[in-house]
């Protein structure tokens, strides 16, 4: 995941991305490096549709650059919340649930080449796997792709305009027993209608 927050640090302000989440925490990639012991307060806007959460939370483990590279890792901080509301706290929690369920679904994406990015950044940031095509003539073999078939698609609209074969891809799409929702406007809409198709609340 690439989920974005803001850290009020020693340092002073600092936008991060926490890429990985749990109970009681999150890894924060960050090129800016804060010692272990660090006290932050940090901030971030959930994907229930309700003001922000906020609290405070403490440097427990850190990957730097150098550490990072050789194995692969991705630099940054591990960060232990250590002082939450209640209700952030109940918050949290149903949000790492949904992102616990998203980790494990694939979802598949017709769509143009800038488009594509923007759905793909959009699901990625919410812990979807995602694999996506700018071919028509791909989609359905990517359905399958790796002997495990996706657990939902998603086709742009404007993708779809030229050859107006989005009802057919449906077809295909669900008949291999693939839910698929074309989407037009807002690519943040994505994770919303994914997480529609695929029940996760």
Do not use: K, N
Request: hydrophobic share 45%; aromatic share 4%; proline share 7%.
């Amino acid at each position: 995941m690439a989920w974005p927050l803001c850290l009020g640090t020693p340092r002073g302000a600092l936008r991060a991305e926490a890429v990985d989440i749990s109970r009681d925490g999150m890894f924060v990639r960050s090129p800016h490096p804060l010692g272990l012991g660090t006290e932050v307060q940090f901030s971030t806007v959930l994907d229930d549709d309700e003001p922000p959460i906020a609290g405070t939370a403490r440097v427990i483990r850190c990957v730097s650059e150098a550490d990072a590279s050789p194995g692969g890792l991705t630099p940054g901080f591990g960060l232990q919340l250590v002082a939450t509301s209640d209700a952030t706290r109940t918050r949290w929690l149903a949000f790492v649930a949904r992102i616990d369920q998203r980790a494990g679904r694939r979802v598949l994406i017709g769509a143009g080449p800038a488009r594509l990015a923007e759905l793909q950044e959009a699901l990625t940031a919410a812990g979807y796997a995602v694999t996506g095509t700018t071919d028509p003539g791909a989609l359905v073999q990517l359905a399958g792709a790796g002997g495990r078939p996706a657990d939902v698609a998603l086709i742009d609209a404007a993708w779809l305009a030229p050859t107006a074969s989005g009802p057919c891809f449906e077809t295909v799409l669900t008949g291999h027993g693939i839910p698929c929702a074309v989407l037009s406007g807002d690519a943040r809409r994505a994770r919303a209608v994914v997480d529609a198709l695929l029940a996760i609340t």
